[in-house]
């Protein structure tokens, strides 16, 4: 079965500095994706990236960029030039696919809290 | 605009008095998920729709019930709910191709069993 671990149960970091949330991931399946999500304090899950298994390059979506090292089985979020509005909760996810069904479910980690301090 | 949207944002229910929770979508994905989420845990799915097929989790109690009558609407009823089952309900959508296909999340409803 896939499973998604995050280690870090919660982080500081200073405003306008760069932080790295940690993420490692199992799968069998050659064919996966990895994504992660934001969820502020009203409870929504914000798309942040994504990072499919065949891409050859890190993903980046303007401050946040993916390290993917596919042979540690690592896609770590790595968040520059901090913002006191990036306090939230940071989930990394991975989408499996189901043969039963034809489509995909998303299996979430257990989330890293980041604070940013003024 | 938001593209799928919960219903109510909060919820109080009392101990075993049936609740329904209510989502919509303006995407016409294929794809709808129900998550409980726990507080300070992962989100968990209870089950999901393709088109009209239902698919449940193996560990989804008999108590979680769910109802897709078009594509735009799913219901997550909770035909008796106890202390246990107070949380984040949250609804997602995707589509049902190959690529980034992220899902996409509403607002989340939390539900609060007194």
């Known amino acids: 079965a896939q499973k998604i671990t995050q280690t870090q149960p919660g982080m500081f970091v200073q405003e306008k500095e760069a932080v790295t949330l940690d993420c490692t991931y199992d799968?069998?399946?050659?064919?996966?994706?990895l994504f992660w999500y934001k969820q502020p304090s009203s409870g929504e899950m914000i798309f942040l990236i994504y990072?499919?298994?065949?891409?050859?390059q890190n993903a980046t979506e303007g401050r946040y960029s993916l390290n993917f090292q596919k042979a540690r089985k690592s896609a770590n979020l790595v968040i520059s030039a901090s913002q006191l509005g990036d306090s939230a909760m940071y989930f990394c996810?991975?989408?499996?696919?189901?043969?039963?069904?034809?489509?995909?479910?998303?299996?979430f980690g257990t989330g890293t809290r980041l604070k940013v301090l003024a | 605009d938001a593209m799928v949207i919960q219903n109510p944002r909060y919820q109080v229910t009392q101990f075993g008095k049936p609740v329904t929770l209510s989502c919509s979508q303006t995407?016409?994905?294929?794809?709808m998920y129900w998550y409980q989420q726990k507080s300070s845990q992962a989100p968990k799915l209870l089950f999901h729709?393709?088109?009209?097929?239902?698919?449940n989790e193996a560990d989804t109690p008999d108590n979680f019930q769910s109802r897709r009558p078009n594509t735009s609407f799913c219901f997550l009823d909770i035909r008796s709910p106890g202390l246990g089952d107070a949380a984040m309900y949250l609804c997602?959508?995707?589509?049902?191709?190959?690529?980034?296909?992220?899902?996409?999340f509403g607002q989340g409803t939390r539900l609060t069993v007194v």
């Open positions: 997602a959508t995707s589509r049902d191709l190959a690529g980034s296909g992220e899902a996409f």
């Open positions: 799968t069998s399946d050659p064919s996966y994706g």
């Open positions: 990072q499919g298994s065949y891409d050859q």
């Open positions: 996810a991975m989408r499996e696919g189901l043969k039963a069904s034809g489509t995909y479910k998303y299996i």
């Open positions: 995407l016409n994905h294929n794809v």
């Open positions: 729709y393709y088109d009209k097929d239902f698919n």
